[in-house]
DNA sequence: AAAAAGTGGTCAATCAAGTTGACTATATTT
DNA sequence: AAATATAGTCAACTTGATTGACCACTTTTT
C-alpha cells in the first residue's frame, strides 16, 4: 500500500488505519518489555483505574461491557499480577480493583511509549500541526457525541 | 465527559474515539436506512470487494484474518443478499465474490454518509484544516508502517 | 507426460471475549 | 421491618475469530 494508496482513503478510514498504527506500535513495544500479556482493552482499563482504584461497575460503565465481562478480565489481569481486588472501604459488597507494583509499571511503560510515538509524529510534522491535530479531533469528538453524551463516548474499537 | 476531559486525552486514545465517533456514527445511519445487518468489518470487505470483484485469499490478506473467517463472513454476506459468489473465469479451484445490486446500494449509501460527515467537520473546523488533518494522518500512517508493508497495514480496530 | 508440490476454498472442532440470566450478600428506600 | 436496588460472581450461551484436515485444481519439477 503506498502513499497515494492512502491519500484516496476517507477519514474515518485514514482515522482506523492511524488508530491501529499507533496501538500496534505501542503493543509491540511493550511486548519487547515483558509485557506482552497485555491486550489494548487493557490501556483503557488502567485509565479507569488509575489513580485511586475504580469498582468492577465503574469499569464496566466507562468501557461500555457488561459488568460480568469486566469481572473476567480483573480474572485474567489479577493472575498476571498487574491488580488486584481490594475489599471496598464503605461498602462491604463492593470491591476495588487496584494497581499492583507490575501493574503501575505497565502504565509507566506506556506513557512513556505514547510520548515517544507522539515525539516522533512532532518530528514528522512539526509541533504546530501535532497540536492542531489534537484541537481539531477533540472538537470533532466533542461535536459528534454531543447530543448522546455519556454513554456512548467510549474508547471502543 | 466533557471537552476539558477530552483535551487531556493523548493522540492514540483521541484517535480511537474520533473513530468510533465516526463509525458509529455511519453504522447508525446505514441502520436507518434498513442496512442494520451490516457490521464495520464489511465496510473494509466491500472496500476490497469495488469494483471488480476479489477472490477470498486477497479479502483474507487485504483484512488480515484467516481465508477460513473469511469464508463465513461471505456465508453471511451471501446469506444477506449483499454479495455472491461467481466461477472464477480462469482457476477453476476460485470464485470471485462480487457485489449485487444491493450490495452496491449499501457502498453508495455509505460513501454519501461518510462525504455528509466529512462536510459537517468541514463546516466545524474549515476547509484547509480538515485538509492538513487528511495529510497529517496519512503522513504518520505511512510513516509509522514503513518498514512493514504491506503485513501490517490494514484496517484493524 | 507423470509425479510432486503448491494454492483456493470449505468443513469441523476449538478458542476468546463478549453476552444474558440467575443468584448471594449487602445497601437503600419506603 | 419489608421491599427494592446494587455489587459482584457463577454458569450457559453466542459470535467471530482461530487451527487442522481435506478436496479439487494448478503449477513446478523431473
Same mark, same amino acid.
Given at each position: 500500500?503506498?502513499?497515494?494508496?492512502?491519500?484516496?482513503?476517507?477519514?474515518?478510514?485514514?482515522?482506523?488505519?492511524?488508530?491501529?498504527?499507533?496501538?500496534?506500535?505501542?503493543?509491540?513495544?511493550?511486548?519487547?518489555?515483558?509485557?506482552?500479556?497485555?491486550?489494548?482493552?487493557?490501556?483503557?482499563?488502567?485509565?479507569?483505574?488509575?489513580?485511586?482504584?475504580? &469498582?468492577?461497575? @465503574?469499569?464496566?460503565?466507562?468501557?461500555? +461491557?457488561?459488568? #460480568?465481562?469486566?469481572?473476567?478480565?480483573?480474572?485474567? =489481569?489479577?493472575?498476571?499480577?498487574?491488580?488486584?481486588?481490594?475489599?471496598?472501604?464503605?461498602?462491604?459488597?463492593?470491591?476495588?480493583?487496584?494497581?499492583?507494583?507490575?501493574?503501575?509499571?505497565?502504565?509507566?511503560?506506556?506513557?512513556?511509549?505514547? &510520548?515517544?510515538? @507522539?515525539?516522533?509524529?512532532?518530528?514528522? +510534522?512539526?509541533? #504546530?500541526?501535532?497540536?492542531?491535530?489534537?484541537?481539531? =479531533?477533540?472538537?470533532?469528538?466533542?461535536?459528534?457525541?454531543?447530543?448522546?453524551?455519556?454513554?456512548?463516548?467510549?474508547?471502543?474499537?
Amino acid at each position: 500500500m503506498t502513499q497515494e494508496v492512502l491519500s484516496e482513503l476517507d477519514l474515518t478510514s485514514l482515522l482506523s488505519l492511524s488508530f491501529s498504527t499507533s496501538i500496534n506500535e505501542l503493543h509491540d513495544r511493550l511486548s519487547e518489555l515483558g509485557f506482552g500479556d497485555i491486550r489494548p482493552v487493557h490501556g483503557f482499563m488502567f485509565k479507569c483505574i488509575t489513580p485511586n482504584g475504580s &469498582t468492577g461497575v @465503574e469499569l464496566a460503565e466507562y468501557l461500555g +461491557i457488561t459488568k #460480568q465481562a469486566v469481572s473476567k478480565m480483573v480474572d485474567y =489481569l489479577e493472575k498476571c499480577g498487574y491488580v488486584i481486588r481490594k475489599d471496598h472501604p464503605t461498602d462491604k459488597r463492593g470491591k476495588i480493583i487496584v494497581l499492583t507494583e507490575r501493574g503501575w509499571l505497565v502504565v509507566k511503560a506506556k506513557e512513556k511509549i505514547l &510520548t515517544e510515538i @507522539e515525539q516522533r509524529w512532532i518530528e514528522k +510534522i512539526g509541533t #504546530q500541526r501535532l497540536q492542531m491535530l489534537k484541537e481539531d =479531533l477533540t472538537i470533532l469528538v466533542y461535536e459528534g457525541n454531543e447530543d448522546r453524551l455519556p454513554t456512548r463516548l467510549r474508547p471502543v474499537w
